[in-house]
């Protein structure tokens, strides 16, 4: 990592706030060059605090972007952070009418040349797209990381239409403490408390509505760009890693958008790719931004749009680790996606009938479904899981095959329960043994005639279904073999449906099934991709007193005696911090998974969730603590939520939640 501290242009910020039509008001820092004429600008627009949460990660991008001349903006969303207003829903129409006038708003600057450009990962890119399909006139260019056009089947909700128990649960846990963190007095003054507890009065936990709508309805269909592609007027780049679950976005894009557009997807985790964090290797992905808006702001020749339409990182095959610093592998380019240098082969699944009929623990080796670089995050070994599988193996290779997109299965399938579930892994196995997880995927019987209804399968029947599994790049080397593992559970990733007794699982007739890999042509006249060093501004001096008492990230812990399984995370956001400003923040969070193999009603998660914000010299202490929890019986969800908050030693806040939500597709 290179820390740059010579800009071409000297900077200066200024925290503002931005006025809306209805008189709300949005807290903002805008980062601009000493300029003797008006530059484009630049927006981030999270609900994750400025003041605070992404204060670090701000100051590595924000400050650099401003030194190449464009003011860069990071807005907190309504209600959130020191914005004014009320909390609501992820993405909904106030959040993308707000970032609509924030646009204009910021067009309109004396100190603007009216041409703006959006960006942001996660969160940030969702509304980033969502923004650039309303098509305001003033956005012209967005950079989108790790993000999703679909809200229903690739974002932490669902997969394949099945309930994303391991994220639903956690990020509905996450959203529920992180939205009752109130306001900073260095910012408000004294009508912190007043707003704190406005938005305490109407908090109701995401899951409620999230588990409400459990096929692709309208809820879902809101904010999904992949309704309509040619909304989107501005030209987008499109960034996503082969560890992060919404890759498979990237690749739609470069296929459906009429906007201009590249894509990039390299092998990083849910992190921006110049952060240096695993897996790498990291690039200098500022300096691939700026000849983004160089291009589109300022009418610059950088050659953007002579780069191929996709540049995808191909893994060479690798030992299963749960980390890596950096993997081995290369970039490749292609000028068109879907790309004539990728062919769907066939590998017919050999053998007659298969009963395929896991325990329900299987899945306790998935992985984080979020992975953020920490040590425990990707996939282990997978012998076990395969142990609890169904797997069909190829010969061992006699060439290398090199595949690049989204692998899928065909099955000829009979079940015997009016559901069920089917996951579909694939794993490079080498000589030894050792079997890596490349990709995988899910289907929800209930969704396979379309997302957007739960048709029951009429037991004792067979049908032929298919589905897609995760984009991947990944060569499998001469003498390695091709493992396709199908299960019918996978806790905690998916929740297990409700079965008869005696009718769980499924019947694969293999001689009528087959794994189609997307296998690419090798072309060694290709021109080497390159990239340039990552660099970024100084770091934000943020100090982390002394460490606490260090926890496992994940745990399996088995029960022998009743077959209870139980899964405890640390998803090791960040512990106790004190920035410049004096600000001490603390939050720690520990999740739990739970199951006995032979029971899937004896599926259970729990989020407990601290945060502490302290200012020393105002006598300012507040703290935050959620629990959420969920189970399920044969006919309903039931879900328990609590908030308690403190100002000091006195409780301003205290909520219990419970819901029975019936169960239709999920």
Same mark, same amino acid.
């Given at each position: 990592m290179r820390i740059r501290t010579e800009f071409p242009y000297?900077?200066? /910020?200024?925290?503002?706030?931005? &006025?809306?039509?209805?008189?709300?008001?949005?807290?903002?820092?805008?980062?601009?060059?000493?300029?003797?004429? &008006?530059?484009?600008a630049l927006l981030?627009?999270? &609900?994750?605090? !400025?003041?605070?949460?992404?204060? +670090?990660?701000?100051?590595?991008?924000?400050?650099?972007? *401003?030194g190449h001349g464009y003011a860069s903006v990071r807005v907190d969303v309504r209600g959130h952070g020191n914005s004014e207003g009320l909390p609501g829903d992820e993405y909904d129409a106030a959040e993308l009418a707000d970032g609509v006038a924030v646009v204009e708003w910021l067009a309109a600057q004396s100190w603007c040349t009216g041409r703006v450009g959006m960006f942001g990962i996660s969160w940030g890119g969702f509304n980033s797209l969502q923004i650039a399909a309303l098509a305001p006139p003033a956005l012209q260019a967005v950079v989108t990381v790790c993000s999703t056009d679909d809200r229903y089947d690739n974002d932490v909700h669902y997969m394949g239409g099945s309930v994303l128990a391991v994220d639903m649960h956690a990020w509905a846990a996450t959203m529920l403490a992180f939205v009752c963190r109130p306001p900073d007095p260095t910012a408000v003054g004294d009508s912190w408390r007043q707003m704190w507890l406005e938005r305490l009065e109407v908090v109701d936990p995401f899951i409620h509505t999230w588990l409400?709508?459990?096929?692709?309805?309208?809820?879902?269909?809101?904010?999904?760009?992949?309704?309509?592609?040619?909304?989107?007027k501005a030209a987008v780049l499109a960034v996503g890693g082969w560890h992060d679950p919404y890759r498979d976005t990237v690749l739609r894009l470069v296929e459906q958008?009429?906007?201009?557009?590249?894509?990039?997807?390299? +092998?990083?985790?849910?992190?921006?790719?110049?952060?240096?964090? +695993?897996?790498?290797?990291?690039?200098?992905? !500022?300096?691939?931004?700026?000849r983004w808006w160089d291009h589109w702001l300022k009418d610059k020749p950088t050659g953007v749009m002579d780069d191929p339409l996709l540049r995808a990182w191909i893994s060479e095959s690798h030992p299963p680790a749960t980390v890596y610093e950096e993997l081995p592998g290369r970039w490749v380019g292609e000028d068109s996606w879907p790309s004539p240098a990728v062919t769907y082969t066939p590998y017919a699944l050999p053998g007659g009938p298969v009963r395929v009929d896991s325990p329900q623990h299987t899945g306790v080796d998935a992985g984080r479904f979020f992975p953020f670089g920490n040590?425990?995050? $990707?996939?282990?070994e997978q012998r076990e899981e395969d142990g609890r599988s169904v797997c069909f193996d190829s010969a061992p290779l006699t060439d290398r095959v090199e595949v690049l997109g989204r692998p899928r299965v065909r099955l000829r399938l009979r079940c015997d329960a009016p559901r069920g579930q089917v996951i579909a892994r694939v794993c490079d196995v080498a000589p030894d043994g050792s079997s890596t997880l490349v990709t995988r995927g899910v289907l929800n019987l209930l969704a396979r005639h379309g997302r957007d209804r739960a048709v029951e399968w009429t037991p004792g029947e067979t049908e032929d279904i298919t589905f897609e599994l995760n984009g991947i790049g990944h060569a499998f080397p001469h003498?390695?073999?091709?493992?396709?593992?199908?299960?019918? *559970?996978?806790?905690?990733?998916?929740? &297990?449906? *409700?079965q008869p007794e005696n009718a769980s699982g499924f019947t694969i007739e293999a001689a009528d099934s087959a794994l189609d890999l997307p296998v690419r042509a090798p072309s060694p006249s290709a021109i080497p991709l390159h990239f340039e060093e990552p660099e970024q501004a100084p770091p934000l001096p943020v100090v982390f007193p002394g460490a606490p008492e260090p926890r496992p990230e994940r745990v399996v812990t088995r029960d022998v005696a009743t077959g209870a399984w139980q899964l405890d995370v640390d998803p090791r956001y960040g512990g106790t911090r004190i920035?410049?400003?004096?600000?001490?923040?603390?939050?720690?969070?520990?999740?739990?998974?739970?199951?006995?193999?032979?029971?899937? $009603?004896?599926?259970a998660t729990r989020s407990l969730w601290h945060v502490r914000l302290r200012r020393p010299d105002l006598g300012w202490d507040v703290s935050i603590d959620t629990r959420s929890e969920i189970q399920a019986d044969a006919t309903h969800? /039931?879900?328990?939520?609590?908030v308690t908050c403190h100002s000091g030693d006195e409780t301003v806040f205290h909520r219990t939640w419970n819901r029975r939500i019936p169960r239709t597709a999920g």
């Open positions: 000297t900077t200066f /910020v200024e925290d503002v706030r931005i &006025p809306l039509p209805d008189g709300t008001r949005l807290y903002a820092r805008i980062w601009r060059p000493y300029a003797d004429e &008006p530059v484009p981030e627009y999270l &609900p994750y605090r !400025l003041y605070d949460w992404t204060a +670090p990660r701000d100051s590595q991008r924000h400050p650099w972007y *401003a409400g709508h459990q096929s692709r309805d309208a809820y879902w269909q809101h904010g999904s760009v992949c309704e309509d592609y040619s909304a989107v958008l009429d906007a201009p557009v590249r894509g990039l997807i390299g +092998p990083w985790s849910h992190q921006y790719p110049d952060r240096g964090l +695993p897996p790498g290797p990291a690039i200098g992905f !500022l300096q691939e931004t700026l040590d425990a995050d $990707l996939p282990p003498g390695h073999r091709i493992r396709l593992a199908l299960s019918s *559970a996978y806790w905690p990733w998916i929740w &297990p449906h *409700a920035y410049p400003d004096g600000l001490e923040f603390t939050e720690d969070a520990l999740e739990t998974y739970r199951i006995e193999s032979g029971d899937p $009603l004896s599926a969800f /039931v879900t328990f939520n609590e």
